[in-house]
């Protein structure tokens, strides 16, 4: 086949690739928008407050935005998980799905799937576990204008259960040895130490739970 006769088709194979990042690019703000905006029910605000009256109605709103911000870390994240790094956060979803045709439509215009909830104890390993609170940290430090190796502070998710004195809340700190020992090293989830490989995307390298501490979190897929 002649050069000549070859440009008409590279240039139409670069107008389909430069269509198909623009429907993307699209696609990805018309879900953040409605992550934003979209109408929760009142009830899991009342749910929250319930489960934790000492709760102020301003910080019952923190957790309501710590859930959009959730639903944000997993459009980001596609089909790799992402676990739930907060427990006050935690209750709101669940009461969430209880509204099973709500949670469905919002999945599937916000998400473009079905979110599942996954207890921590029914994961297949603990390594898994370990992948899904490292996305969750990667990809949050990112949103809040932070690298994940070098945050000067914790990110929403990772520092509202504190912030909130959640009683069975997840604790974490980003110096290791200052922290108390119930507390989670966010040093190690950052992978700044004893985590094995980088915190790049795709698959997240293996690590064990006595490293990092972090197998109570309870993750999407």
């Known amino acids: 086949m002649r050069v000549d006769n070859l440009i008409p088709l590279v240039l139409a194979a670069i107008a389909l690739i430069a269509l198909y990042k623009a429907y993307r690019k699209a696609r990805q703000a018309r879900r953040e928008r409605l992550i934003d905006s979209y109408p929760f029910p009142p009830s899991i605000a009342a749910k929250v407050s319930k489960t934790y009256p000492h709760l102020s109605d301003a910080e019952v709103m923190r957790v309501m935005q710590g859930l959009r911000e959730y639903f944000h870390l997993c459009n980001s994240a596609g089909r790799r998980m992402v676990s739930m790094p907060s427990q006050v956060v935690d209750v709101a979803w669940h009461e969430f799905i209880l509204f099973t045709r709500k949670y469905e439509y919002f999945c599937g215009k916000a998400l473009g799937r079905f979110l599942h909830h996954t207890p921590a104890e029914a994961m297949r390993s603990p390594t898994s576990a370990q992948a899904g609170i490292k996305t969750a940290w990667r990809l949050s430090c990112l949103r809040e204008g932070m690298q994940p190796r070098a945050a000067h502070r914790l990110p929403l998710l990772f520092a509202i259960d504190a912030q909130l004195n959640i009683a069975d809340g997840f604790r974490y700190a980003l110096d290791c040895k200052r922290s108390p020992g119930d507390d989670y090293c966010a040093g190690h989830i950052a992978c700044s130490s004893g985590c094995g490989g980088g ?16 197998h109570r979190a309870s993750p999407c897929r």
């Open 199 to 214: 915190c790049g995307g795709g698959e997240e390298p293996a690590a064990t739970e006595s490293s990092c501490g972090c």
